[in-house]
């Protein structure tokens, strides 16, 4: 079992900054991919970012150059920092923890960014 537990979410303008963390407690394998998804109002969960054990990125097109997702190893955490928010970007926001070669994936309570235009 793997727990995840979300933070930094809030209310900001558009152009501004936020930094969402997730921190994973349980069983960790040491080989290991984390992300976040987000989810607006009446829209389906997409994935904004994902990183590998390893340091591999992914990163949806709509964020690419604005937000950096990042991870220390040690602290089972992963960040995602997001930069020149725009109310597009509003929406909850959730961490997913998969281990590789796993079928199963974990998701965080997820945290709502909301931006204002």
């Known amino acids: 079992q793997v727990h995840l537990v979300e933070s930094g979410g809030g209310l900001v303008q558009a152009g501004g900054s936020l930094r969402l963390s997730c921190a994973a407690s349980?069983?960790?394998?040491?080989?290991?991919?984390m992300g976040w998804y987000r989810q607006a109002p009446g829209k389906q969960r997409e994935l904004v970012a994902d990183?590998?054990?390893?340091?591999?990125?992914n990163y949806a097109d709509s964020v690419k150059g604005r937000f950096t997702i990042s991870r220390d190893n040690a602290k089972n955490t992963v960040y995602l920092q997001m930069n020149s928010l725009k109310s597009e970007d509003t929406g909850v926001y959730y961490c997913?923890?998969?281990?590789?070669?796993?079928?199963?994936?974990?998701w965080g309570q997820g945290t709502q960014v909301t931006v204002s235009s």
């Open positions: 349980g069983i960790i394998r040491s080989s290991n991919v």
């Open positions: 990183i590998t054990s390893s340091g591999s990125t």
């Open positions: 997913k923890f998969k281990t590789a070669g796993s079928w199963r994936d974990y």
